[in-house]
């Protein structure tokens, strides 16, 4: 579920000026995008809200160099690996922008009635005054978004002629013949452009330009256009030497150069698996911090290739991917409510695979790989909710012959009813859903077949699959 935006507020409305008569009347002043980013930055700081909603982990570490390279009204370049959030965090800068701004009705580039800035505009000031009609533009609007392909040109970046100007009469020199390109129609407003290195250099260098001296130039036309746009990028380091680079010059004109890294708290990578998976079922908490630390695993992993990385995805994916496997059992064997259980996330990994990298060395081990570190996060999951609980009776009559079935076609009323019938009465088994914050039969099934896990990788069981189901036995 997306989370609001602090800025936003139930009930806004367009403001009322029409016209820039209107708009002189109502008090309303020009700030430079910067200055109005600041100020608001400012605001939410001193009164205490969050103007980064959603972010995790990165509160002591990457928010307060980007907080401070906003005060300083710099150009930012986010450099890190995949899944870190770096265009989570880009695109949030939305909210430090005014929730309506007043553009000149029909601006290409969406100049301020008070600032007009290019030619036609300018004409149109001119000859109407008062009465140059007025728009409002949503903060929303004032975000523009670029992934760098390859292919990307000059025009799409910058602006090129426009050939069916030039045929309806206007002379090739005239600047009306210009069609502007994403930066200079982000006048007043952020351009984010993702991948940088991906842009090949002769269109890096065309933005060198509008970075510092804050024209544009296009085939011959020198502009002075004052734009006032905040340029934003993210970038890969590795993407340095394997698909490009960012130009030195480009570089040098980024303000604030801000390393993003992966969450550090295990609670931190477990709220971004809850904030950012569609989940299809219900998906223990336990089952989170599972995949959550068997991200972590690959990532301190010698067998993993790390350069690449393993994106916060890999567990996002594994959580909607547990989900879909407890819904599709729900849905072919007839369960009320699905609930995923640590079986889903078996079957899980056989898709997920495919997100990692491996070393050179690992070629036919993957498999065994992922098999370890997966038992090795489960471990850690299941030995702290189960600390201090006694599982000797469970483990004695599995001894005396007793066996518990389980699978990923396997509901958890056929879970529970094979559990054998223990001396205590059964509290054993409430005091294993209690560990697990367990209620319905769901995640009373799963909270026992964790305990099972636990029991067969601490050596205390045998467990045999053959694919479709799991015995837990003697």
Request: without cysteine; charged residues 30%; hydrophobic residues 40%.
């Amino acid at each position: 579920m997306a989370t609001p935006h602090p800025f936003e507020s139930a009930g806004t409305t367009r403001p009322a000026p029409t016209t820039l008569g209107e708009l002189r009347r109502s008090g309303h002043t020009l700030r430079p995008l910067r200055q109005e980013m600041r100020d608001n930055l400012l605001s939410a700081l001193r009164e205490g809200r969050d103007p980064w909603p959603g972010m995790h982990g990165l509160q002591d570490t990457v928010i307060p160099q980007l907080e401070r390279a906003v005060l300083a009204g710099h150009d930012v370049v986010l450099l890190g690996e995949r899944g870190q959030g770096k265009t989570r965090l880009l695109r949030s800068l939305v909210g430090l922008l005014d929730e309506w701004s007043p553009v000149v009705e029909g601006s290409e580039i969406g100049e301020h009635p008070y600032q007009p800035i290019a030619v036609e505009t300018q004409r149109r000031a001119a000859e109407l005054g008062d009465d140059l009609p007025v728009v409002w533009r949503h903060r929303d609007e004032r975000y523009a978004e670029k992934l760098a392909t390859p292919d990307t040109s000059v025009g799409d970046l910058i602006g090129d002629v426009d050939p069916m100007r030039v045929a309806e009469g206007r002379r090739l020199g005239d600047p009306e013949t210009i069609h502007f390109g994403l930066i200079p129609r982000s006048h007043r407003g952020i351009v984010a452009i993702n991948e940088l290195p991906d842009l090949a250099e002769r269109i890096q260098v065309a933005m060198l330009n509008v970075m510092e001296e804050r024209d544009i130039q296009i085939r011959g036309y020198l502009l002075r256009l004052p734009l006032d746009v905040l340029v934003v990028a993210s970038a890969n380091p590795e993407d340095y030497t394997n698909r490009g680079r960012i130009i030195t010059p480009l570089k040098d004109r980024f303000g604030a150069e801000i390393r993003t890294h992966y969450p550090v708290d295990l609670e931190d990578e477990m709220a971004v698996v809850r904030q950012e998976a569609d989940l299809v079922a219900s998906v223990p908490d336990v089952l989170v911090e599972i995949l959550a630390r068997f991200t972590r695993a690959l990532r301190e992993s010698s067998s993993v290739d790390q350069r690449s990385g393993v994106s916060a995805r890999f567990s996002i994916a594994g959580a909607e991917t547990v989900a879909a496997a407890a819904l599709h059992r729900a849905s072919v064997r007839g369960e009320g409510e699905p609930v995923a259980r640590l079986v889903d996330i078996e079957t899980a990994v056989d898709v997920l695979g495919g997100k990692i990298e491996f070393e050179a060395g690992e070629e036919g081990r993957e498999d065994a790989i992922l098999t370890h570190l997966l038992r090795s996060a489960t471990v850690d999951a299941v030995r702290e909710r189960l600390r201090g609980v006694d599982l000797a009776a469970l483990v004695e009559a599995i001894a005396d012959g007793a066996s518990v079935t389980t699978g990923d076609r396997v509901t958890a009323d056929e879970l529970l009813s094979s559990l054998p019938d223990l001396d205590d009465d059964d509290a054993l088994y409430d005091e294993i859903a209690d560990r697990f914050a367990a209620t319905d039969a769901g995640e009373r099934a799963g909270a026992v077949e964790l305990a099972l896990e636990g029991l067969y990788l601490a050596r205390k069981v045998d467990k045999d699959s053959d694919g479709s189901s799991v015995v837990y036995g003697a």
